[in-house]
């Protein structure tokens, strides 16, 4: 029998009070700056590295947009146990940490077969084990707001064999990506019954962890999580005693590393600040890294307003996308990741820029006034109206997340500069992700009075989109409709989800998607008509691949780079004090 696990998911509470430990009305004491050099009583160098990070946010589901930053990434990678790994060469491994062996078992029906090692065990003793696996495939294809959900989707039906230590998982059809599956899984005997269970996993801690660190404290109000050697580890210990992530603006940033208090940082950088950065010399190393993201505008065709396609493309020609993009990377290392195709990330080996010319490159005022007639609006007194009523459109960013704040106020200020009535709105991110990009559709339109909620329809969206890992997978999951909304025989008047963040569902479109998702057709081969047929769609607007700078210091050794859009986390075990 398969396992079961609780597929229902209602907003409460209760999982972040259990979560968090017990506070007092007492504020928590400073932290000292990581300027200032740390008094060891016994004159030894203490056993602990210090990283300087942006912030220490809230939310840290590696699973979520909503929660994308370099410290979710760096604890999922620190706690979190996957069944594949990638390396520095870009290609994935199995992690014999966790695993035994993985492979396909049968071609006709497609089925991979896990084998997870005996003693691999959470921190509270309960075995990693198919609960855990099944866990994450529901989330991952039924919530809102998830990162690449495609193949999970494939998935139909997953066994639990050998007291939950052999996952048997079939596939709807074939799938190449399958190894990009079942990362940073998280504990389900936890999480599985805990009211708000998706929603508030990981919101403001870890119930358990499987790795080589677990977590001392986490404090966002003081911006530090301090990370100590995971002694319930059953591998190889980590060399260093302590890990911590503290908060640095461009001030203690650099002046900790100029002192080699902070070992080594990983955070956004402006063009100043790089040029900062590279005044310290030689005794600090800097690297770019790239993240798994790329940032956008996603003109919704969900919405009322833009399910026009002329609309839509009036508005992409009233865009000056080198001025959003220009403000967005404020000279920092994004400015040389421009992203110029819809599926593939600057980053990637093979990217090639498919972009054509005119909207959205440059922008075209004739073009867009001759889109917007076609679909009767006319301008009258400077504002663009249809039936006496202004165009008027809902701009939505995640609350105060950068670069994407920046770029939609500029985005605010060029589109009512030419006419057209903006209600800019910044609401907290997973609301934004788990809430209002994904009201309900009918007919493939989200309806203009909002929902139960109080929800408003979002019309563009500035907004990260997910690019990492196995490209069909990323066009599947940016494109791709649910598997429901296609099905034969399916009720349009009833409600749905849409399946992915800019509410794009093209029945026309999904066949080549699919079969690039499955291998029978290559990739390079779909994505040569699906390029130009993404960009005349004007749903989604790439800017660029997000960037961040790793400083390294001196005074520590075994820090790189990363593998790809990874980063260098994953090495920690190995990281030591000392010359690098």
Not at 357 to 370: C, F, L, R
Request: aromatic share 4%; glycine share 8%; hydrophobic share 40%.
């Amino acid at each position: 029998m398969g396992v079961r696990v609780n597929r229902k998911a209602v907003p409460v509470l209760a999982l972040a009070a259990v979560l968090l430990t017990a506070c007092s009305n007492t504020p928590p004491p400073p932290v000292v700056s990581s300027s200032v050099a740390p008094v060891s009583s016994t004159g030894k160098t203490p056993s602990q590295i210090v990283v300087g990070v942006d912030d220490v946010l809230g939310g840290y589901n590696p699973h979520n947009l909503a929660d994308s930053s370099q410290v979710t990434s760096a604890l999922s990678q620190l706690l979190l146990p996957s069944v594949f790994r990638q390396k520095d060469d870009g290609t994935t491994q199995l992690d014999k940490n966790l695993m035994k062996s993985a492979q396909v078992v049968s071609q006709q029906p497609f089925v991979v077969a896990y084998e997870i090692r005996a003693d691999a065990s959470w921190s509270d003793g309960a075995p990693i084990a198919a609960e855990d696996f099944d866990y994450l495939r529901t989330q991952m294809r039924d919530q809102p707001g998830v990162i690449e959900p495609a193949g999970y989707r494939q998935i139909t039906d997953l066994q639990s064999r050998e007291g939950g230590k052999r996952v048997e998982v079939t596939f709807a059809k074939p799938y190449p990506g399958w190894q990009t599956l079942f990362s940073d899984l998280l504990p389900a005997h936890l999480l599985k019954d805990a009211p708000d269970g998706w929603r508030g996993a990981l919101a403001a801690n870890f119930p358990a962890v499987a790795g080589p660190f677990s977590i001392k404290s986490l404090d966002t109000a003081r911006g530090e999580v301090i990370l100590e050697r995971n002694e319930r580890y059953w591998e190889k210990p980590a060399a260093i005693d302590r890990i911590v992530l503290r908060r640095s603006d461009q001030n203690t940033l650099l002046a900790a590393l100029r002192s080699g208090n902070d070992q080594f940082a990983l955070a956004r950088t402006t063009g100043d600040e790089l040029k900062l950065l590279g005044e310290l010399g030689s005794s600090v190393r800097l690297h770019t890294v790239a993240r798994p993201l790329v940032a956008g505008v996603l003109l919704r065709p969900v919405s009322a307003t833009l399910q026009d396609a002329q609309v839509r493309a009036g508005i992409a020609a009233l865009l000056d996308r080198t001025k959003l993009i220009t403000e967005g990377v404020n000279g920092g290392p994004s400015s040389a990741l421009h992203a110029d195709a819809q599926v593939t990330a600057p980053s990637v080996k093979g990217y090639a820029a498919t972009i054509p010319a005119g909207p959205p490159t440059a922008p075209d005022v004739a073009k867009a006034e001759e889109s917007l007639k076609a679909a009767g609006y006319t301008k009258t007194a400077g504002t663009w109206r249809k039936n006496g009523k202004a165009l008027s459109l809902v701009i939505a960013s995640p609350g105060t997340q950068e670069p994407y704040a920046t770029i939609a106020k500029e985005l605010t200020s060029e589109l009512a500069a030419q006419g057209i009535e903006v209600n800019a709105i910044t609401p907290q991110p997973r609301d934004l992700f788990s809430g209002l990009l994904a009201m309900p559709v009918v007919a493939g339109v989200q309806q203009p009075t909002g929902d139960s909620a109080g929800n408003v329809g979002v019309d563009i969206a500035v907004v990260p989109q997910a690019v990492g890992g196995d490209t069909a997978s990323v066009l599947a999951s940016t494109f791709g409709c649910r598997p429901e909304q296609t099905a034969a025989g399916v009720d349009k008047t009833k409600p749905v989800v849409p399946g992915n963040a800019a509410g794009f569902c093209d029945p026309a479109l999904q066949a080549s998607i699919d079969a690039a998702l499955s291998g029978s057709t290559p990739l390079t081969e779909a994505l040569t008509t699906l390029e130009p047929e993404l960009w005349r769609q004007n749903v989604v607007i790439p800017l660029f691949q997000l960037a961040d700078t790793l400083a390294i210091g001196s005074g520590i050794s075994g820090v790189t780079p990363g593998p790809p859009m990874v980063g260098p986390f994953g090495s920690a075990v190995n990281w030591t004090r000392g010359p690098k």
